[in-house]
Structure formats: C-alpha cells, structure tokens
C-alpha cells in the first residue's frame, strides 16, 4: 500500500514523496509531511526527525492536521478531552494550536505510530490502550496520557511488549 507524502521544505517548495505502508487495514491518504497523522505513519527517527518535530511544535499545530490526526485514528476530540491541556472548545476557537497544545498533539501521534506497529492493528491498539494494565498499577493506559510522566509510563510498556519483556 502506498502513500502519497507531500513534503515542505524550508522555501516553501512543494514536492511529492512516496512512503511504503506495511500494515493492513490502512487507508491511503494524502498526509502533509511531519504533520501529525504522518508522524503516526513514520514513526521511526530519522536524521533530523525531531528538530523539524520541534520546529512544527514551536509554530504551532494547525486546526486542520488536528482534525486529520484525530480522523486518521478513528477517534474524536471528545475521547482526547482529558488529555489535551486546553478544552475542546477552546480548541475549536482557534486555527492555530499553542506550543503546550502543539507539543501534547505530536506526544499522542508518536504513540499511536509505535503503538499501531506494535499490535499490528489500530483496533488492537485502541483495546490495549483502553484495558487495565498489571505493569501500570491496573491503571488504563490511556487514562496515564495527562501527564509527560504517563505517556513515558504507557510507551516504556508499548516496547517492552513490543520486546516481549514483560514486568
């Protein structure tokens, strides 16, 4: 399955650039290149990854790549409420996503990347994210994902499942 990455360089020069999708199940899409939904395709590090992550971070996340992230994980704002460091209406307000806001949405689609390649599917994913965990304290992953030490906690557990390390 292919996908079609536009890419965005510095000048502003637009190109097309075609990444390789090995998992089932997923639809190909138009996914603007480090926007949120591409980092939940391409989520492996590469040269430079996180300084342009960090550069979107700090210009902030556009209301449309939220949308994109949230449709691309079938999931909706609503089931993010608790998370996010603004309110949904709030959200809904504004075109452009503060720096707090921004860095919490790139968190989110980097752990929907690693959790999607680790169970193979996004139903499987979402089940686990939404299942009482022993290694957690019996506590739901997904309820953990309000603070940086809980997506640490719930990513630290996604690679040792994904290493077959279990605690």
């Known amino acids: ?10 000048n502003k020069k637009k ?21 949120p939904s591409w980092v939940v ?15 979107r971070i700090r210009k902030g996340v556009k209301k449309s790549d939220w949308k994109q992230l949230i449709q691309y994980t079938g ?28 860095e919490r949405i790139y968190e989110l689609a980097r752990l929907f990347g690693l959790g999607y390649e680790v169970f193979d599917s996004k139903e499987d994913f979402k089940k686990w994210l939404m299942t009482p965990s022993k290694t957690l304290g019996n506590k739901v992953p997904f309820e953990l994902l309000d603070s940086s030490f809980g997506f640490e906690m719930v990513e630290n557990e996604i690679i040792r499942i994904q290493y077959n390390v279990y605690s």
């Open 1 to 10: 399955m292919s996908v079609e990455v536009k890419s965005e360089d510095s």
């Open 15 to 35: 190109g097309v650039v075609s990444a390789r999708v090995a998992k089932k199940g997923r639809n190909p899409a138009s996914l603007t290149r480090f926007s």
């Open 41 to 55: 395709v391409n989520s492996k590090d590469a040269p430079g990854f996180k300084l342009e992550l960090i550069s």
């Open 75 to 102: 999931s909706t704002e609503k089931e993010f409420e608790h998370i996010l460091p603004v309110s949904i209406s709030s959200m809904q307000k504004k075109t452009i996503y503060g720096k707090e806001t921004s």
